[in-house]
């Protein structure tokens, strides 16, 4: 009931302005983050169908997350006032110290199985899924998720230290798209770590899609879950850890994951 009478009273808010605001940047950044999170799940095989069956599908998922970067950056910027763009640099504070433990972490994935199509890494796991064995590399990519979603322990850009950071004057529609747009990019996120670590659509008796559905419900779920349960991050002390803790662990694992690739081969 909460969520439904707040989506009303934002569609019947009255569009805000600022002075000098870039409208075109403010609202394409803001409209932006449910595109972006379009584009990721349309690379998820949903059992035997996937909409853009990319032989990059991991390249495409990543390039959203980075066009993700821009598309905070200039909700805050665009509206020409200073919560905003001190919120849009945050994220950007933030994105430095996730951004390269991400990378790596879909690099696992994509050495054992030898390709960067995602059906076939979903396909590779037949005998054993990639949690079990990269699991440095799987949570790394769910503290990723939470940060590209400004979400959880990551949403210092839209704190409330900062009257709502790069939302901060956003108002009506816009800020309900904005919204809309952080839980279609951590539902995004959960679907994609169906594929690349949880076997994809393999489990008995359900069909393959359904599977896909399921296992993207408990991901989202252990997400939304972990959200009040951690403290907030400040962006360089998440800079500090992404760099000198994260990135050396997940590119252990990379290595230790391309051994055993080798080996096998």
Known sequence: AIPMRETARLLLQPRRTT??????????????????????????????????????????????????????????????????????????????????????????????????????????????????????????????????????????????????GVTAELSGADRLLFQVGRLALIAAGAAFAVPMFLGGGAGPLLPDWLWVVVKTGLVLTALVWLRRRMPLLRPDKFMEIGWVILLPLVLVQDLLVAVIAVWKG
């Open 19 to 164: 002075v000098v605001a870039d409208e075109l940047l403010w609202r394409a950044g803001a409209y932006g983050m449910l595109v972006a999170a379009l584009l990721m799940i349309a690379v998820v095989p949903l059992g035997s169908w996937t909409l853009f069956d990319l032989d990059v599908g991991i390249v495409w998922f990543n390039a959203m997350d980075v066009m993700i970067w821009a598309l905070v950056w200039l909700t805050g910027w665009g509206a020409n006032a200073t919560y905003g763009l001190v919120g849009g640099y945050r994220f950007l504070a933030h994105g430095l110290g996730y951004e390269l433990p991400l990378m790596f972490a879909l690099v696992a994935p994509a050495i054992a199985a030898e390709s960067l199509r995602v059906a076939d890494v979903a396909a590779a796991q037949h005998g054993l899924w990639y949690v079990v064995w990269m699991p440095v590399a799987f949570l790394v990519y769910c503290l990723a998720v939470s940060a590209f979603s400004v979400w959880g322990p990551f949403a210092a850009a839209v704190g409330r230290d900062l009257a709502g």
